[in-house]
């Protein structure tokens, strides 16, 4: 649906992207993570026909999307990451600016969003939150029911309810088998929406993983309190790795915890933990800091 192919745009003093491939299959929702200035946004305005690459190409439905790129604006629903509105209208009166400028009669839908996302957008812009604005962002992305969506950081200014509405309407949207790419510093909306997730850092892409995979293959923190101390330094001998408090000992292992709990049978233990590793972490690792 969306192929992104050696892509590079090259802003001076090691600013913008470079040489970034990957593609975002039909029905997927692709995620992508970096932190600020490493790219996200260079690389949705490519992919919206803002700006032309340097190199390589941007192609949505195998339509290039410079040169294509009113057809792509169109068609494709995009939330960017700082609006430009008209501040003397009210909300209602730019959503349907929007759609009369896109050609969209139906207006159902937008009164659906805005009635899921409880926006009241009778006032005028200039009055709203930060918080209202995206949500005129969001409706205007998603009033036409489009079957590709390009969000850049969708939930900014949201808050948490808002932030769980935005997932369920990305749930949704995956079920009706749409195309999802978005960018988001939000790890939970990210794990909990996407199917991959890219991670760059200084315009090139650091990994791509599979959400599945990511959460199926990452490290568990175990905590382990030992019932004596005896028992406690046993383990840490074997385990030179681990961190001791007191009579805990924690520790990450990668994968099945089958190895760990057959060891620790032959151990008195008074409490045992387990938690998952966040994507935050797994994220940070990346970037070794
Ligand atoms: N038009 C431009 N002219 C010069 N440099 C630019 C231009 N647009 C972006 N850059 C630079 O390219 C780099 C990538 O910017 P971009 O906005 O894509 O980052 P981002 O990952 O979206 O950041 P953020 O998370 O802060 O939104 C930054 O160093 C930025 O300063």
Redesign the pocket.
Known sequence: MIEICHLT?D???H???FDMSFQIHKGEILGIL????????????HLMGF?KPDQGTVQIQGKDCFQEAAFIQQNVGYLP?EIAFMDDMTGMNFIHLIAKLKGIHDLSYAHWLINFLELNAQGQIKRMSKGMKQKIGLVIALMHDPAILIL??PTSGLDPLMQMKFIELMKKAKQQGKTVFM?S?IFEEIENVCDRVVI?KE?QVVTIEDMEQLKHHRYKHYEIQFHSLLEMEKFMYQHPDAKRHQQTVSLLVKGSPDQLIKELSSYTIDDFNVQPQSLEEIFLQYYGE
Do not use: A, F, L
């Not at 970096?34 to 305005?45: A, L, M, Q, V």
């Open positions: 745009k802003y001076g003093n600013r913008g992207v970096g932190p600020n200035g490493s790219g996200k946004t260079t690389i949705i305005r700006i990451g850049d950081e960018s510093h760059i315009g």
